[in-house]
Nanobody, 115 residues
Framework: QVQLVESGGGLVQPGGSLRLSCAAS????????KAWYRQAPGKQRELVAI???????DYTDSVKGRFTISRNNTKNTVDLQMNMLEPEDTAVYYCRFVLGVIIVWGQGTQVTVSS
């Protein structure tokens, strides 16, 4: 069984940076995509960034130019570098792997942007 564990969340001031990491363990095969989602209080979970098996990336408009998704296929990890953070980025961040027809989620890590 595949498990995902996120790390790197925390409290940061507006304009600051954080780097989130997601590590997978278990039987990893046929990774179709790796992605980061977030869910703010009272809002629906939304896609933040995604990287496909071909390395192509995509981002939600609000984070373009500020966030960068990257992966390490050997270590089965996916990172999210977040720069120029804004209070609106405050949310629980989740990583998600799509393995063939199986979708696996991490437990989430809290990111709070506040002065």
């Amino acid at each position: 069984q595949v498990q995902l564990v996120e790390s790197g969340g925390g409290l940061v001031q507006p304009g600051g940076s954080l780097r989130l990491s997601c590590a997978a363990s278990g039987s990893i095969a046929n990774i179709y995509s790796k992605a980061w989602y977030r869910q703010a209080p009272g809002k629906q979970r939304e896609l933040v960034a995604i990287i496909g098996s071909n390395g192509i990336t995509d981002y939600t408009d609000s984070v373009k130019g500020r966030f960068t998704i990257s992966r390490n296929n050997t270590k089965n990890t996916v990172d999210l570098q977040m720069n120029m953070l804004e209070p609106e980025d405050t949310a629980v961040y989740y990583c998600r792997f799509v393995l063939g027809v199986i979708i696996v989620w991490g437990q989430g890590t809290q990111v709070t942007v506040s002065s």
